[in-house]
């Protein structure tokens, strides 16, 4: 049985996908990735539809999205896909707001956003895409943070008023400050290490915050006493120049991410969908089902892990009822 404390995330796909992210802040910049024809057109043998989606949210699973973009761009030229990236509570701000069809979340949804979207009107669903496991990299010259515990972290990341050093945490570690790289408060991932390790306390002020992870893994590769975390797919991405921190002894692996081991920072990844606009737009329908049907394989591919064949043949027949 898996040992989910807390869950996360989201990815998908299109005919063309806007993606932006900006330090500090998130951005709302958009790119087009446009849609090309594809034998696969064929192969299908599914209607061909025209029409937008719109969906807007985490960055985490940007990999992902993009990679379905290419595919479903084959499969469906004349359909577009528009996907912002504005973070995990960005993105629920759009979702809330009427502006997209669904939203991409490293972080389930909250209380607060399921009310907003109950007193909007707003019926939705939730589609578990994949698993993650949230990285905690150090530079590859730190030879002594290799392994930290749960308890560790916290103490490391927390706002408590001091300067943090390392010998802070074990005296005989060197007595260097700590530089802190952390995803933005608008990030699902800044959320879930904040309620999974912090306790829901305050980040340690010190830290720079990103909603771009290529900025926290360059902060972390170019300092020494630099400290970072992230999602599992930019740490692979980036294996070469950084060095992961086993948490509690456990590597973040396919397999460990996969049965829970890696705890408590294994997480699912999710999208939500408005039940509304899966009726009302074909196009959005069929988006999300092809979303369904190749969210494991497109995951494997970026870095991410698959769910259980179960799970998504369960999704699939959730969606097909919701049409």
């Known amino acids: 049985m898996k040992k989910w404390q807390y ?14 992210a900006c330090g500090g802040e998130e951005n709302n910049d958009e790119t087009s990735t446009s849609a090309q024809t594809n034998t ?13 989606v719109v969906g807007d949210g985490s ?18 030229k004349d359909v577009r896909v528009a996907v912002g990236v504005s973070g995990t509570g960005g993105g629920f701000e759009k979702f809330i707001n009427g502006e997209t069809d669904f939203s991409n979340a490293s972080r389930p949804i ?20 994949a698993y993650d496991g949230l990285s905690v990299v150090v530079h590859p010259e730190n030879t002594w943070a290799k392994d930290l515990t749960v308890d560790q972290l916290k103490k490391i ?15 005989s570690w060197p007595d260097e400050e700590i530089v802190f790289y952390s995803p933005g408060s608008d990030s699902g991932t800044y959320d879930y290490f904040d309620e999974v390790i912090l306790d829901g306390e305050d980040i340690v002020k010190t830290a720079t915050l990103s909603e771009d992870d290529n900025v926290l893994v360059q902060g972390v590769t170019a300092d020494k006493n630099a400290i970072g975390y992230f999602g599992y797919a930019y740490y692979l991405e980036n294996k070469d120049k ?9 590597e973040p692996t396919n397999e460990t991410i996969e049965s829970g081991e890696y705890s408590p ?3 699912p990844l999710f999208v939500y969908v408005k039940n509304s606009a899966l009726k009302d737009n074909e196009a959005t329908y069929d988006f999300m ?34 049409k």
């Not at 607060?112 to 895409?129: H, P, Q, R």
């Not at 950084?242 to 456990?250: C, E, N």
Request: no cysteine; aromatic share 6%.
């Open 7 to 20: 869950l996360t995330s989201t990815a998908l796909l299109g005919s063309a996908i806007l993606l932006g």
């Open 40 to 52: 696969e057109q064929a192969e299908t043998g599914s209607a061909q539809l025209t029409g937008n």
């Open 59 to 76: 960055s985490t699973v940007a990999p992902i999205t993009e990679a379905l973009v290419e595919e479903y761009a084959g499969v469906q």
């Open 110 to 129: 909250k209380d607060t956003e399921m009310e907003e979207l109950k007193n909007a009107g707003v019926e939705y669903t939730e589609f578990e895409l």
């Open 157 to 171: 990341w927390i706002e408590d008023g001091s300067t943090k050093k390392w010998s802070d945490i074990d005296p």
């Open 242 to 250: 950084l060095q992961v921190v086993t948490v509690d002894g456990v």
């Open 265 to 267: 920072l294994s997480r």
């Open 289 to 322: 089902k092809f979303t369904l049907e190749n969210a494991g394989e497109m995951a494997e591919v970026v870095g991410y892990v698959s769910l259980p064949d179960e799970k998504y043949e369960e999704a699939l027949k959730e969606l097909e009822g919701l």
